[in-house]
């Protein structure tokens, strides 16, 4: 019998994360359920140390709870071994970082073939090339990181997100380092691309402007959802 | 598949922006240094072989004093391999009344098949090379035979039943040797005429002899097949058995090749090893970037393995062809000075230098990229979460292990292998512990100058691990680098000095104890060197501890020709110089014990140790002698040296002559011609060719030693630049944020500069004291040669160290002051 596909994207139950400081136990996570369905678009804010990038983390299958369960799709991460949830990432997951990183001895166009590479498709260049074009940087696909201006890197990690076509979108503070206007044309790129191919969109952000251009906003405090808002 | 093609578009996406750099260079020069040295080292000590081989007159040598079946003529002819043939018998020999006791030595045309007599017109005349041998019905006699006869060259002599006429003067013969027992001068002959003499009857002592030379592997082949074939009156003699004086120089040279190959292949390693730990720190956010992207654990680590095989192969194939260029340069550059074409370079260093870039690479990079791949995938997250820490100790224990067994392998002398791993291990330590105690005191010399000082000393002492490990790498680098430049040429010179142009080139033996006083009266009339006589008693082993000789089984075949046959033994009061204990004591003047010293190579081929009584025969009468103790020869230093010494109660009494060794130039050629014909009984063995060979062994070993001693040079380069920029990303952030700060170039240059002069005068100093300690020790022990300390060298070390640490920090850091602290910050 087969599974019914399920009607989430993405489901968190009682996540908790608890590491131990020099100070004794630290509760970063504390019991926070989550689900989001196929194509939203999520915002979660808080303040820093709220909780946020544990939540994204774990989300993504980066990290592992200490208590609690997680779906992707119909696979449970929490359930699957480091080298399960990678190759899950390689086929679902997309992730947009606030510090880019972009591999600084690759050119901005092998940055964005290597996710392809990694998935061993035959014509990684082509589609490398295309994802570039989308975010505008098609003329830039030979230069190196330290060539590029932070918006520009942004866009090729946009590219590089996108460019395996993921399920998934993750993005920890997107515009962190950016400024506004830079950040503006940023954030248009990656919510034009989440209309085109459906993805659902995860986004961890300071930024309450961004937060309103999202379906549902999710507020952390003290590693707990506060409040959670429809737009 | 995958991960081959990526492995690989990743290695060559590194390698153009630069990020191999190091790491790649740091291997090329360890591979291109080492098989440089390995195809150069096998150029010219197959040449030196070569040489070596002259003084057999072949490759290989087949002796009896049976006639030799022509079977072996015809194996090696079908071997491709050139044979001559020598007979050789004493005969007398007259011009007239006039008569003397010659060895008569019939060859084959082909003879020599290694080397080229020397021969002239006539007495006095001067010697030229010639590829003939007398014609049918001509001989060639020596000098010797010439003086003892009174005759010159035209002179009719008769030999045997025939009569031949002397053409030529024999100057010089590869093979002549200079052993004590070659009492007759030799007269050379066609061997077509050697039928004629009839001298080869039932009951004559004739030796047989059948040359060899060809390719080293066709000899070699013909040797093994031709070894279980041999009758036990045939034996086989090669290049072991060729002449001490040559095998000498050639192991002290081999001594010098191996060493310095070993250097270059632990400076790279440690280059390598510091490379890949900048390389390993500048790639974890790409592995936990990978992870991210979905590769898996198990993935990466084939990655970065196969991204090592691929840099190994590589760095293997640039390194051994640029080594194979190099060694060609070289030659060409040192054409004259080699004077013969050298012989192509076998195959064998191309798998050599594949080896090693595995070996060191697996040994000292490996383990950094190891811990790389454990990089956990949350590092894209937070920057501050970094791999498990490593156990250096156990993982460079591991490569040096490895690294010591590819030395062991490369060079197979186990103690020269140890005394450089627990040479390297002490200098590591020492150097370690220097650098520590720099760190600590760095912190209080925080408060005593400026900013710029403060902030320098502050460096020091916040990067804890990595200065120590930047005095370590810098002392190490220096260290080489003065052992090379200001250390070589005095063991080189020292081993030179060893054999110096007036060393003694004219041997006199068979000297009757009442010519000794007529003949030094003559020798200071004619004004030549007067030296000093050695007695020469003849003797026979009949027993060792009891056992008779022909009741004991010699494990060494050379030990049980050494037992039966005549031994020269001498005795004397003290020990010669050039000689030196390596077990017992040497007696008391005067003692009336009998007492033996033994040549430590003789004693082992013959079995016996101190301790043990040794009985002769001497002129029929039995005598005995206890070792007492055991020495080193140098035989290449062309003084009557003995391999067994008495005391001088024990034979005194005996009938001895004396042998004595004296520099003459060729100016005094008449002079040495009159004393033959006064002391006609004495002979008088001219050693100016056999010198000449052990110099050109000397000269050419050189040559190699120069050039390897050039790589093991670019070798601690490559560790200097790699401990220069091991730091370097760290620092031109550091220095960039103070340029924002609003610190003035020369003060953000000062600073470096403090940090850097304080690692290079410290790391000067240490490596002044290692380098004069390894120089002597390597003088001493290794080379057996004297070492005199030289100051400059203690006040060079810190003067270089300053100045190359010192610059190489500034360059490191002078694109921080030169550029926007803005391009340093972004690409940060």
């Known amino acids: 019998m087969n599974n019914p596909k399920p009607t989430f994207a993405l489901k968190a139950e009682n996540l908790s994360k608890i590491v131990t400081s020099p100070e004794g136990m630290l509760t970063i996570l504390d019991q926070v359920s989550l689900q989001v369905s196929h194509g939203e678009r999520i915002a979660i804010i808080g303040a820093s140390g709220a909780g946020k990038s544990t939540l994204l983390g774990l989300l993504a299958g980066l990290d592992l709870p200490t208590s609690g369960k997680i779906w992707l799709g119909e696979n449970e991460l929490s359930a699957l071994d480091e080298d399960g949830r990678a190759a899950l990432r390689a086929d679902k997951v997309g992730f947009v970082f606030q510090s880019f990183h972009l591999i600084p001895s690759l050119t901005a166009l092998e940055n964005v073939m290597l996710p392809l590479e990694l998935a061993n498709n035959p014509q990684p260049q082509q589609a490398a090339m ?67 191919y459906g993805t659902t969109l995860v986004l961890v952000s300071h930024d309450l402007s961004l937060a309103k251009r999202c379906d549902r906003t999710i507020q952390m405090e003290a590693g707990k959802i506060s409040t959670e808002q429809m737009a | ?52 081989t002259e003084s057999l007159a072949a490759d290989l040598r087949l002796g ?36 003397t006791l010659a060895a008569i030595r019939a060859v084959t045309p082909t003879y ?44 009719t002599i008769t030999v045997g039943n025939t009569q031949l006429k002397i ?57 093994t097949e031709l070894e279980p074939q041999l009758s036990p009156a045939e034996q086989l003699s090669d290049i072991e058995d060729a002449n001490p004086q040559i095998r000498s120089a050639m192991e002290r040279s081999g001594r010098f090749l191996n060493l310095a190959s070993l250097v270059s292949v632990l400076l790279a390693a440690v280059a390598v090893a510091m490379s890949a730990r900048r390389y390993a720190h500048r790639h974890r956010d790409r592995i936990a970037l990978l992870k991210c992207l979905g590769s898996k654990q198990a993935f990466i680590m084939r990655l970065n393995l ?28 040192a054409r004259d000075l080699i004077a013969q074409e050298l012989p192509a370079p076998g195959a064998s260093p191309i798998l050599l230098g594949l080896v090693t870039a595995l070996c060191i690479l697996c040994g000292f990079a490996l383990p950094d990229l190891i811990q790389m791949g454990k990089t956990p995938v949350l590092r894209v997250l937070r920057q501050d979460v970094e791999p498990p820490p490593m156990a250096y100790g156990i993982s460079y224990l591991a490569g040096m292990f490895a690294v010591l067994a590819l030395l062991q392998w490369i060079v197979g002398d186990l103690k020269l292998v140890l005394g450089i791993a627990i040479g390297a291990l002490g200098t ?73 142009l007036d060393a003694p080139n004219q041997f006199m033996i068979n000297i009757q104890p009442h010519e000794v006083p007529q003949m030094q009266q003559f020798l200071d009339e004619q004004q030549l060197q007067a030296p000093q006589f050695v007695p020469l008693v003849r003797a026979r082993i009949t027993a060792i501890n009891s056992t008779l000789v022909e009741d004991i089984e010699f494990t060494d075949p050379q030990g049980e020709r050494w037992a039966k046959r005549e031994s020269n033994l001498s005795f004397s009061d003290s020990i010669q110089s050039g000689n030196k204990l390596t077990e017992g004591e040497w007696w008391q003047a005067g003692t009336d014990q009998h007492e033996i010293s033994v040549e430590v190579d003789f004693a082992s081929e013959l079995g016996v140790n101190i301790g043990d009584e040794l009985s002769f025969d001497i002129a029929g009468e039995p005598v005995s002698a206890t070792v007492t103790s055991l020495r080193t020869v140098e035989w290449d230093s062309f003084k009557p040296n003995f391999f067994m010494v008495f005391s001088t109660a024990t034979l005194k009494d005996y009938p001895a002559s004396y042998i004595a060794a004296m520099y003459a130039g060729a100016e005094d050629d008449s002079k040495i011609i009159q004393l033959m014909r006064q002391f006609p009984s004495v002979t008088v063995i001219d050693l100016d060719a056999s010198l000449a060979q052990v110099r050109d062994v000397m000269d050419k070993a050189s040559l190699a030693v120069q050039a390897v001693f050039l790589f093991t040079l670019f070798a601690g380069f490559a560790v200097l630049w790699a401990a220069a920029q091991s730091s370097l990303d760290q620092r031109s952030f550091e220095s960039a944020i103070l340029r924002t700060l609003g610190a003035s170039r020369k003060r953000v240059l000062t600073g470096v500069a403090v940090e850097f002069i ?52 500034l360059l490191a850091t002078w694109k921080v002051v030169t550029h926007s602290p803005m391009s340093v910050l972004r690409s940060a």
């Open chain 1, 130 to 196: 295309q994802a570039l074009q989308n975010v505008g940087l098609g003329e830039r696909a030979g230069h190196y990181p330290k060539q590029l201006s932070g918006g520009e890197k942004q866009r090729v990690a946009i590219a590089r997100a996108y460019v395996t076509q993921p399920t998934v979108l993750f993005a920890d503070e997107p515009t962190g380092n950016l400024d506004q206007q830079t950040g503006e044309t940023v954030i248009d790129i990656l919510f034009k691309m989440n209309r085109e």
């Open chain 2, 1 to 52: 598949m995958k991960s081959i093609a990526l492995a690989w578009r990743l290695l060559i996406r590194d390698w153009k922006s630069g990020e191999l750099t190091v790491l790649a260079v740091a291997l090329i020069i360890a591979i291109t240094a080492l098989t440089a040295v390995a195809f150069l080292t096998d150029r010219v000590s197959h040449a030196v072989e070569m040489r070596a």
């Open chain 2, 64 to 99: 009896s004093s049976q006639s030799i079946s022509a079977t072996y003529s015809e194996l090696a002819v079908q071997a491709g391999i050139d044979t001559a043939e020598m007979v050789t018998m004493p005969s007398v020999v007259f011009d007239g009344e006039r008569s």
């Open chain 2, 112 to 155: 020599p098949l290694r080397g080229t007599l020397k021969t002239a017109d006539k007495l006095l005349a001067p010697a030229t090379e010639t590829e003939e041998i007398p014609a049918i019905g001509e001989a060639w006699a020596t000098k010797r035979l010439l003086a003892r006869l009174g005759s010159n060259t035209g002179a």
């Open chain 2, 167 to 223: 053409t030529k003067v024999l100057n010089f013969r590869p093979d002549q040797g200079w052993q004590f027992v070659d009492l007759a001068p030799t007269l050379l002959i066609n061997k077509a005429d050697l039928d004629a003499t009839a001298l080869i009857q039932p009951g004559s002592r004739v030796s047989y002899r059948l040359l060899f030379a060809g390719p080293r592997n066709l000899i070699s082949d013909f040797k």
């Open chain 2, 306 to 333: 196969l991204q090592l095989l691929m840099l190994t192969v590589v760095g293997a194939v640039i390194g051994v062809t640029l080594g194979y260029l190099s060694q060609e340069v070289l030659a060409w550059v």
């Open chain 2, 428 to 500: 590591f330590a020492v150097l370690g512990l220097a650098g520590w105690i720099l760190v600590k005191a760095s912190g209080r010399f925080r408060g005593v100058a400026g900013v710029a000082w403060r902030y320098g000393f502050a460096n020091l002492n916040r990067r804890g691990r990595e200065s120590v490990i930047q005095v370590v790498a810098f002392g190490l680098g220096l260290m080489v680098l003065m052992l090379l430049t200001l250390v070589r040429n005095d063991l080189m010179d020292t081993w030179r000095g060893s054999l110096p």
């Open chain 2, 758 to 809: 304080a690692i290079g005068l410290l790391a000067g100093l240490l490596a002044s004291t290692g380098a004069s300690l390894i120089a002597w020790h390597l003088a001493v022990n290794v080379f057996d040669l004297q070492y005199q300390f030289s100051p400059a060298v203690w006040l060079a070390g810190p003067f270089l160290g300053m100045l190359f640490v010192g610059l190489s920090g």
